[in-house]
C-alpha cells in the first residue's frame, strides 16, 4: 500500500506538469492541430501546366482561375465567359498554401489583370483552423502583389458541400476573416457563393452537387457563373 507521503508527492509531480504544460502554451501558442502538407506535392501538377504553357502560351492580362478542385473541374469555364479571357489553374487537393507556394510558376509569369482565387475547404477538412486559412490567404496576396501590384485579386468563398457539413461553421468563420480582409484592402473583392448554395433549412443545396456530395454539377457551375459575372471587368 503506497503511504500518504508518496500520495502527496505524486499529486505534487502532477500539479507541476499541468503548470509547465500550461506556460509552454502561453510562451508558444496552442499545438497546431494540423500538418502543413509537403510543399512540392503537386509538382507533377505544376509541370504539367508548365509543359502546356511551353505548347501554347497563354495569353498576358487575361482573367485567371486558381485554387482547388472546384476551379480545376470547371470545364466550361471559357464558355461560361465568353467576353473574358480566362486561364484555368485549379489543382485538386490542394490547400491555400499550395497556391502560395507556386505562385512563382502558375500565376506571376501571366501578368493576369485578375485573379480570381477560390480554395479553402481541402485545409478546413484537414483540420486548419479559420484563422490559418485567412493567414494563407492574406501570404497569397502579398506574394502576388510583391510581383504584380495592379492585379485585381477576388476572393471566391468556400462554398458548404452535403458531404462536408460538419465543417460548416469553421468554413463560415473563414470566409468571414477573408471579407473582412478583402474589404480592408485596395483593389480586392469577394465573391460569396456560400450563403446562395443553401437551401431555406440552411444546408447545402443537394441538387447543385455530382454524386460525390463534394463538388458542383452543371447547375452548380451555372449558379457560380451567375454569382460571379457582375465581379469581372466589364
Given at each position: 500500500m503506497f503511504s500518504a507521503a508518496a500520495s502527496t508527492r505524486r499529486m505534487a509531480a502532477a500539479h507541476a506538469l499541468l503548470?509547465?504544460?500550461?506556460?509552454?502554451?502561453?510562451?508558444?501558442?496552442p499545438v497546431a492541430l494540423a500538418a502543413e502538407p509537403a510543399e512540392n506535392r503537386f509538382e507533377k501538377e505544376i509541370r504539367a501546366?508548365?509543359?502546356?504553357?511551353?505548347?501554347r502560351p497563354p495569353p498576358q492580362g487575361a482573367i485567371l482561375f486558381i485554387g482547388s478542385s472546384g476551379i480545376r473541374l470547371w470545364k466550361s469555364l471559357a464558355q461560361d465567359f465568353p467576353d473574358h479571357q480566362v486561364i484555368n489553374r485549379g489543382f485538386g487537393g490542394s490547400h491555400i498554401s499550395d497556391s502560395v507556394y507556386f505562385a512563382d510558376r502558375i500565376v506571376i509569369p501571366y501578368k493576369p489583370k485578375m485573379i480570381v482565387f477560390r480554395a479553402g475547404s481541402n485545409d478546413i477538412n484537414a483540420g486548419k483552423s479559420p484563422e490559418q486559412v485567412a493567414a494563407d490567404f492574406r501570404a497569397f496576396v502579398d506574394k502576388v502583389r510583391a510581383a504584380l501590384p495592379e492585379t485585381r485579386i477576388v476572393f471566391m468563398s468556400i462554398n458548404p458541400s452535403p458531404i462536408r457539413v460538419a465543417n460548416m461553421d469553421r468554413e463560415r468563420r473563414a470566409n468571414e476573416l477573408i471579407q473582412a480582409y478583402v474589404a480592408s484592402q485596395?483593389?480586392?473583392d469577394y465573391i460569396d457563393i456560400f450563403t446562395p448554395m443553401l437551401g431555406a433549412d440552411g444546408k447545402p443545396r443537394p441538387e447543385l452537387y455530382i454524386i460525390d456530395r463534394l463538388h458542383p454539377n452543371a447547375e452548380g457551375y451555372k449558379l457560380w457563373t451567375k454569382i460571379t459575372e457582375p465581379h469581372l471587368p466589364k
Open positions: 503548470l509547465a504544460s500550461a506556460g509552454a502554451l502561453i510562451a508558444f501558442g501546366f508548365e509543359l502546356a504553357d511551353a505548347k485596395p483593389n480586392m
